[in-house]
């Protein structure tokens, strides 16, 4: 399949070759070897793979192929891939153990396109694996393309006369029903004296692994014991392609007996089809398609009578064979290698994401889809699409976010500003728990609250917007209401102890310390914060890891930023070094090879020392944005500007699929990216992250370019060149 695509110059192929029973020795037409049963080194191929900045990972799935019960390492793979997957199954089981079929609907969830050789085979994974239809594709398992009608050549070549020659090739094993066959060969010969039945292939290794050459010795004593010995020649070894093609060029009728009849790919078969063979099989669901229409001759399962007549049927007349064989060739034409190539090659285009998209960055964002999600209580947390979802009501993190944004966006109209920051303000306002002296975070759309206390996020959040409020708010009630609020609960900020919700806490004291230079509370939480995130970063660090904690979670930037903007308020260089440090690790670690934005994804959240591509959330993009402000102001570096605007660039389409996550006109933005693409909900928390990261850029480009009016926001092409699609 991969050297069919590998010949065509506008793709470039390495393969990563599954290593089993102990196989060894160097494999110079391989990239990368896994070795079977280890599941480190799926780990490790997954990020080489990622590390060479693939278009596109096929992973050819059969059950047995891959380490763990039922082939299950292979999710493992699979979750940490950054690039599109594309999936062939070989095998689609109708009756799949629960196992197997969580196996495989796991695989499905990872997949931009998959590719199945029987139309049943895409039915079943649509219909009961609830694969979505628009990514499933059916393409013939591809066939060598070689002149018709040359059984006298190579029956000369191999010295096999001009007798009848009957073949099954491939490796051996109790599915392939050979037993019938050889069962049916007493009355072919009683018809065709000289019939041959050659088997072609040696058995399976793993059926030789278990019992060695048990079933193969069978059939041959099943043969001597129905005097058809002589009538059956074995060729019990690997055969190249070339040599294999030659002997199946020999024979005038192809047998597949096979047992299994939920068998969706044969690629034997293919091969006897498109080299013009009168084709007799079992009625599997790779012969029933392919064969249909008279192309060959289908049999009833398990039966050597049926087998025996439709042989007989063929040899006894010459005519009818050889009007079998080309109907096969004519039918074969469809399945050759290049046709097999372009439509694989079409298949690996509508996969791989869309390359030098042109991105203009300076288009300010519409407020639409804010206030769609604003009502007179607050914002409400989710949508479905993009209609506001009141099942799950409000929460305070995203209303202490949406009045962070009416502190910020300019050319608003001071009514319409003062409206919805009150009803913000008022929000977080009534959050407030005097009792338990900490903040509510989730009222149901009802108005009740869910719980008498947040989470410590949500309250370092709530800290960190009214410490925001107090010093961007364009109306002066409004900050001095802020100030207050801020002096009333920010004695949360000494309790709080999640490194997140001290760093959150940490960046509303310095927003009051830039404002109110001599206030107390906000240089102790900065004291204390700034303290805390450097011990942190001096014993969790380790070669290779410069980070605060052993995994990467949401909203790592803000542990930089926080003591970055603490280092630069209390004069602590350490700090100011130290979240630098860190930040340009992350940094690094966030930015795939081909220099687009990759954040750490939701799923690896709960990972050590490692960090998995999906799900890409929003958030991250605007906490990496935000960050790289800080560290400009502590550093002028214009490489924070280059990472500022990469990662808005996600938002706009230049991420790992290619797909555009923010409506600019209306101000929406998509929940993320996931394996297939973008998550098609437009929540609260996505909006407002959008519009918060429009506004970072916005603030980081008129530092940069103190004469910069508002109108010249930062504009700026993908850094995304086109090359021929590399795949693994």
Request: glycine share 8%; proline share 6%.
């Amino acid at each position: 399949m991969f050297d069919r695509l590998g010949a065509r110059p506008d793709f470039q192929i390495s393969v990563h070759a599954i290593e089993q029973h102990g196989e060894a020795g160097a494999r110079p037409d391989v990239a990368g070897v896994i070795r079977q049963s280890l599941p480190d080194d799926y780990v490790r191929a997954a990020r080489e793979i990622n590390a060479a900045a693939y278009d596109a990972v096929w992973i050819q799935h059969e059950f047995g192929i891959f380490g763990g019960p039922d082939g299950e390492m292979v999710c493992d793979f699979a979750d940490r891939i950054a690039a599109p997957i594309i999936l062939t199954f070989h095998t689609v089981l109708s009756a799949p153990s629960p196992r197997q079929r969580a196996i495989v609907e796991h695989l499905i969830s990872r997949a931009s396109r998959i590719m199945v050789m029987s139309q049943q085979g895409r039915e079943t994974l649509i219909g009961q694996y609830r694969a979505p239809a628009a990514i499933v594709e059916t393409i013939a398992h591809g066939a060598p393309d070689r002149p018709f009608g040359r059984e006298a050549e190579f029956k000369a070549r191999f010295r096999l006369g001009d007798q009848p020659i009957l073949m099954t090739f491939g490796l051996i094993g109790p599915g392939k029903g050979l037993e019938h066959m050889i069962e049916a060969l007493p009355a072919i010969v009683a018809r065709h004296p000289r019939a041959l039945y050659r088997i072609v292939g040696a058995t399976h290794p793993n059926l030789i692994a278990e019992e060695g050459e048990r079933y193969r010795e069978s059939l041959q004593q099943l043969a001597r014991s129905l005097g058809v010995e002589d009538h059956v020649a074995w060729e019990n070894r690997f055969l190249d392609t070339e040599e294999l093609l030659d002997q199946l060029e020999a024979c005038d009728i192809y047998v597949t007996p096979y047992a299994n009849l939920q068998q969706a790919t044969s690629g034997t078969l293919s091969y006897a089809v498109a080299l013009g063979k009168a084709v007799v099989a079992t009625p599997y669901v790779h012969a029933r398609e392919l064969l249909a229409g008279g192309v060959g001759l289908i049999v009833e399962p398990q039966s050597s009578r049926a087998l025996a007549e439709a042989v007989n049927g063929l040899l006894d007349d010459p005519e009818r064979l050889t009007a079998t064989k080309e109907r096969a060739y004519a039918a074969g034409r469809r399945t050759i290698w290049p046709e097999f190539a372009n439509a694989s090659a079409a298949l690996v285009r509508r996969a791989i994401r869309p390359r030098g998209r042109e991105v203009r960055m300076g288009a300010r964002p519409g407020l639409s889809g804010v206030w769609t999600m604003s009502d007179g209580c607050g914002m409400l947390q989710h949508s479905i699409g993009m209609v506001p979802d009141r099942r799950h009501g409000y929460c305070l993190d995203d209303n202490v976010r949406a009045l962070m944004l009416m502190n910020i966006v300019p050319d608003l109209a001071h009514e319409e500003r003062m409206r919805w920051s009150l009803v913000y303000a008022s929000f977080i306002q009534h959050a407030w728990n005097p009792d338990a002296r900490r903040f509510r975070n989730f009222m149901a759309f009802d108005r009740s609250w869910c719980e008498e206390v947040g989470s410590e996020d949500s309250n370092g959040r709530a800290i960190w917007a009214l410490g925001q409020t107090a010093a961007l708010a364009p109306d002066r009630e409004l900050r001095r209401w802020a100030l207050r609020w801020f002096d009333e609960t920010s004695t949360i900020a000494e309790t709080l102890r999640p490194p997140r919700s001290t760093a959150f806490a940490m960046l509303g004291a310095a927003a009051v310390l830039r404002t109110v230079h001599d206030h107390l509370r906000a240089a102790h939480i900065l004291d204390r914060g700034g303290a805390m995130l450097f011990d942190l970063l001096q014993h969790s660090r380790r070669p290779g890891w410069t980070w605060f904690e052993a995994r990467l979670a949401y909203d790592n930037p803000r542990l930089c930023q926080a003591l970055i903007e603490a280092g630069l308020e209390r004069r602590r260089p350490e700090w100011v070094e130290a979240g630098l440090e860190a930040l340009r690790w992350l940094a690094d670690r966030q930015t795939a090879r081909e220099g687009h934005f990759r954040p750490v994804g939701s799923e690896g959240f709960g990972s050590d020392y490692e960090q998995l591509p999906f799900d890409q959330q929003p958030l991250e993009a605007q906490a990496a944005i935000e960050a790289a402000c800080a560290a400009f102001e502590a550093n002028d570096d214009p490489a924070w500007i280059d990472h500022a605007l990469t990662a808005y660039c996600w938002y706009l389409g230049v991420n790992d699929r290619g797909v555009v996550l923010a409506d600019v006109a209306s101000g929406r933005c998509r929940d993320g990216i996931t394996p297939r693409g973008a998550n098609e909900n437009m929540g609260a928390e996505s909006i407002l992250a959008f519009q918060l990261s429009h506004y970072a850029v916005l603030t980081l480009n008129r530092s940069a370019l103190p004469d910069a009016r508002p109108e010249d926001d930062a504009e700026a092409e993908p850094r995304d060149t086109a090359h021929p699609p590399a795949f693994a």
